[in-house]
């Protein structure tokens, strides 16, 4: 399916599965956001993109979703609409669960469903308006 000409917001882009799929709409024609805490990876894999497409950095992180909003209504005023948005920053732990303590239970829930709350938030009213997304 191409993807010429729509905008595709990503988090976690900067490695692993978030970095293959910015590459992967890229080569399909895809516009891109790219989010995460790492400018620098993230000028890499827009550097790994066709020439042909657009690419944004935005770094965030999305445990700060606070934060969020502000940054979205900023990224769609400069950018325009987004037609897809992929949440896929997260963080995990590994360790025994009984002795993991619960401030890292809460950066978890903050970053990997919180913060994907909180964007999605604050795309989808635009989405909604325009009927697609």
């Known amino acids: 399916m191409p993807f010429k000409d729509q905008t ?16 992967a709409f890229a ?6 956001i790219l989010s995460s805490r790492n400018r ?8 790994a993109c066709p020439d042909d497409v657009q690419v944004w950095i935005e770094p965030m992180d ?21 037609d897809i948005l992929v949440n896929n920053a997260g963080i995990s732990q590994r360790g025994i669960v009984s002795e993991t303590p619960i401030e ?24 909604l308006k325009r009927g697609t997304g």
């Open 8 to 23: 595709v917001w990503i988090t976690g882009a900067s490695s692993g599965i978030g970095k293959a799929l910015a590459l």
């Open 27 to 32: 080569s399909r024609g895809a516009n891109l």
């Open 40 to 47: 620098e990876k993230l000028e890499a894999v827009k550097a």
């Open 62 to 82: 999305t445990s700060d979703y606070d934060s969020i909003p502000a940054i979205a209504e900023r990224v769609l005023r400069e950018v325009g609409p987004v």
């Open 104 to 127: 890292i239970d809460r950066r978890i829930m903050d970053t990997n469903f919180f913060g994907s709350v909180a964007l999605t938030k604050a795309v989808l009213p635009l989405m």
